[in-house]
C-alpha cells in the first residue's frame, strides 16, 4: 500500500460495463486514466495494472485480439486503451480505477506504445 501525500487518483469505484453478459450488446474499448503528481507512482500503477491483466490473459491462452495501448504522455498522467478483448479479461478488477469510461468506437492508436502484442 502507498502511503503519503503523493496526489494519486486511483479510487475505487463501482465500474459496471453493461456488455458483461447481455447477449448482441457490443463490447466497448476501455479508457483507463492514471493519473498521479509523480511520473514513477503512475509507472508503478500501470505496471500493477498489467500484471493484474496477465492472468487472464495467461488463462485465455494469450488472445491475439487483446491489445492495450498507452498513450504517450510528457506528465505523470498515463492513458490506458483496452480493446474489446482486453476489456473483457479486466472486468474484474477495472472497479478498482477511479477513472475508467468506455469508447465505443476504436481510438486512433497510431502514435501509442502497445502494451501487449
Not at 26 to 55: C, G, H, Q
Request: charged share 25%; net charge positive; aromatic share 12%.
Amino acid at each position: 500500500m502507498i502511503r503519503g501525500n503523493i496526489g494519486c487518483r486511483l479510487f475505487a469505484r463501482v465500474a459496471t460495463l453493461e456488455y458483461s453478459g447481455k447477449k448482441g450488446k457490443k463490447v466497448p474499448w476501455i479508457k483507463v486514466v492514471v493519473e498521479t503528481n509523480e511520473s514513477r507512482i503512475s509507472d508503478l500503477s500501470v505496471n500493477a495494472f498489467m500484471e493484474k491483466f496477465y492472468k487472464p490473459y495467461c488463462e485465455q491462452h494469450l488472445p491475439k485480439d487483446a491489445k492495450i495501448y498507452q498513450q504517450p504522455t510528457h506528465s505523470a498522467r498515463r492513458v490506458l486503451y483496452l480493446s474489446p478483448k482486453a476489456a473483457e479479461l479486466c472486468k474484474e478488477f477495472l472497479s478498482q480505477y477511479h477513472d475508467v469510461s468506455e469508447m465505443y468506437s476504436p481510438p486512433d492508436t497510431s502514435g501509442f506504445d502497445q502494451l501487449v502484442k
